[in-house]
Nanobody, 116 residues
């Protein structure tokens, strides 16, 4: 069992930055791919960024060059640094831990609102 707790959401103006953190608890966390997803009102949840245990990240095209995902396996944390935020980045952001088709865990979500 893995538990995930997100923090760091909030209200920011367009062009601003936010840093989301995910604290994970459980066993053998390094085997999990850690990801950040988001869901805007009326839209499906979508992958924003993901990073495997060895540290190779991948990003949605919409956030490439603006967002950076990282993880600290020693501290069991995953971070999403978001810069140059746009109104269309407004959504609830969820931390995810996935191990193939065997296990899939979600945090409770944190709201990010980009508005002037």
């Amino acid at each position: 069992q893995v538990q995930l707790v997100e923090s760091g959401g909030g209200l920011v103006q367009p062009g601003g930055s936010l840093r989301l953190s995910c604290a994970a608890s459980g066993n053998r966390l390094m085997i999990y791919t850690m990801g950040w997803y988001r869901q805007a009102p009326g839209r499906q949840r979508e992958l924003v960024a993901a990073i495997i245990g060895g540290g190779s990240p991948n990003y949605a095209d919409s956030v490439k060059g603006r967002f950076t995902i990282s993880r600290d396996n020693a501290k069991n944390t995953a971070t999403l640094q978001m810069t140059s935020l746009k109104p269309e980045d407004t959504a609830v952001y969820y931390c995810n831990a996935r191990f193939g088709n065997i296990a899939n865990y979600w945090g409770q979500g944190t709201q990010v609102t980009v508005s002037s």
